[in-house]
């Protein structure tokens, strides 16, 4: 007997789940709380604040108060005064291999030198004109700095615990839902062949599945080995990345590794995706499942017993 074949939506059946999931994340946008961001944005201005007194309102920048490469909290203030902000990984290189660790910028004044003076060549001139141009600043213009800068660290972090915190939600509930339907978790492992996959009914985490990564493998009844990755998008453009680029790109790549008759490449899905994008991703081999209906995936799986 063939094995049982993965769904295959239609274009009507795909446009309904992404109008639903749309849906879904317009509602958790509108909805989040701004208790987050405002206890960010006030932390995040406390930071600046002491960074301006350590620095004297950025006028003396150099030599820096031991306070300023003391604290991790004021180091990444100090990035955030560039325009636009300045990554830990960039600034690093700019700064010709500097580390931002506070106990080694002490350690190396030099060190600590190009990464201030990086800072300076790369400062905001709208949010701090009195530092360009050679002077104290007025009441007003500290002011609206310190709003300013505390505004776009705090937004920059609820961004970043967005894309991670709504994957690894996702993630959990996958492994939720595995469970619920009696599969049993096993430790992650690298797959080099089909043999090495989890047994059927068990499932790992992320795991190397021949040359590329795996959310999940999950060992289906039928002998068979399901690689999920989860994808969470917030725009039509980042699907593109995540689920075209990215996750279609591993279906191709397992299908010619593995087999057809040995893979079932899934992904699990939820936010914002272009219909035709779905369409190009499922085309490529790739089985579709929303993460708001993790019950349909879960009764395919099922259906694979002998």
Do not use: H
Not at 34 to 57: G, I, S
Not at 259 to 265: A, D, H, K, L
């Amino acid at each position: 007997m063939s094995p049982v074949a993965p769904p295959v939506w239609s274009d009507e059946q795909l446009e309904l789940d992404r109008q639903a999931a749309i849906a879904t994340f317009r509602r958790e946008r509108l909805e989040e709380p701004l208790e987050q961001y405002l206890e960010n944005f006030n932390d995040y201005k406390a930071d600046v604040d002491e960074l301006l007194e350590a620095t004297v309102d950025l006028t003396q920048m150099w030599p820096p108060d031991e306070s300023v490469l003391e604290s991790k909290r004021l180091i990444l203030a100090l990035r955030y005064l560039a325009g636009p902000p300045i990554s830990e990984d960039d600034l690093k290189v700019l700064a010709e291999e500097a580390s931002l660790a506070p106990s080694k910028l002490k350690g190396d004044p030099e060190m600590a030198q190009r990464v201030v003076d990086t800072i300076l060549i790369a400062i905001d001139r709208g949010r701090f004109p009195w530092v360009v141009e050679e002077r104290d600043p007025e009441a007003a213009e500290r002011e609206a700095a310190t709003l300013a800068s505390a505004a776009l660290m705090a937004t920059q972090r609820l961004a970043t615990l967005r894309r991670s915190e709504g994957k690894t939600l996702q993630e959990d509930a996958v492994a939720d839902a595995l469970v619920e339907i009696e599969f049993k978790e096993v430790p992650p492992r690298t797959v080099s062949t089909i043999s090495q996959a989890p047994g059927s009914g068990e499932f790992c985490r992320e795991s190397e599945f021949g040359t590329r990564k795996a959310d999940f493998l999950v060992g289906l009844w039928d002998g068979r080995t399901m690689a999920i990755e989860c994808k969470v998008s917030n725009s039509a453009t980042n699907s593109i990345k995540r689920l075209n680029n990215d996750t279609a790109v591993k279906a191709t790549t397992w299908l010619k590794e593995f087999g057809t008759n040995q893979v079932v490449p899934a992904g699990v899905i939820t936010g914002v995706f272009k219909l035709n994008k779905l369409k190009q991703a499922q085309g490529a081999g790739l089985s579709l499942f929303w993460a708001e209906q993790l019950g349909v995936m879960l009764d395919w799986i099922e259906s694979t017993r002998p």
